[in-house]
């Protein structure tokens, strides 16, 4: 795809999407990062039923760092892997505290020093809650969706998200996650794609094939 395509695509996208945005509520950094941890492999729907009590449980890092790991596993169990989750919150701030003197950090080498914050995690911290756009959160959407519209033939997350910086521009890197994670729970379904209906099946190899 050329950047003139992509610049088409994206004009297109936010046309078919203008409310396009992250889903997860959440006031300061730290809940951000906690949000981001829950929601993996669970629904932003879920997390978001879920953190208003766990925030008013925590309302700081202290809080996260010191809270009896078995009431926070009770506190976020409905959002699935909450053992390993629960461990990485709790090891995570302990972290922030102790190294970065309570502040979440803003680079993506010292965010993915933390416990639980992987590359894609920390795309979404640094764009969500300090307005940094170096990068492009890689999630099932954007995966299937890159792959499918031949932007990327990779399969590992962090070599897709190199093959789409190469494609967009920097000006349009803050939205191309809620882009993709929209379109594809709105009409690039998994299960079931509504190619006909798709705003950007011309770009599609998929629909394509498909014809």
Not at 61 to 70: H, R
Not at 176 to 182: D, R, S
Request: hydrophobic share 40%; aromatic share 6%; charged share 25%.
């Amino acid at each position: 795809m050329t950047s003139k395509e992509a610049k088409k695509l994206v004009k297109i996208l936010k046309e078919t999407y203008p409310d396009a945005k992250c889903s997860l509520d959440f006031t300061t950094p730290f809940e951000m990062v906690v949000a981001v941890m829950l929601s993996a492999q669970c629904t932003d729907e879920r997390v978001n039923k879920v953190t208003p009590q766990l925030f008013k449980r925590c309302k700081t890092i202290e809080d996260f760092a010191k809270i009896d790991i078995k009431e926070l596993e009770n506190l976020i169990h409905s959002c699935g892997f909450y053992k390993n989750k629960a461990a990485n919150i709790k090891a995570c701030a302990q972290k922030v505290l102790t190294d970065f003197n309570g502040l979440v950090p803003q680079t993506m080498e010292e965010l993915t020093s933390l416990p639980g914050v992987g590359r894609k995690s920390a795309n979404v911290v640094l764009l969500e809650a300090f307005g940094i756009a170096n990068g492009i959160a890689v999630d099932t959407h954007a995966k299937r969706i890159s792959n499918k519209m031949g932007l990327s033939n990779e399969k590992d997350p962090e070599k897709i998200e190199q093959d789409l910086l190469k494609i967009f521009a920097k000006e349009d890197l803050a939205f191309i996650n809620h882009l993709l994670v929209w379109h594809g729970r709105n009409t690039c379904i998994a299960r079931k794609p509504d190619c006909e209906n798709c705003t950007v099946n011309s770009f599609c190899k998929s629909y394509c094939i498909i014809k």
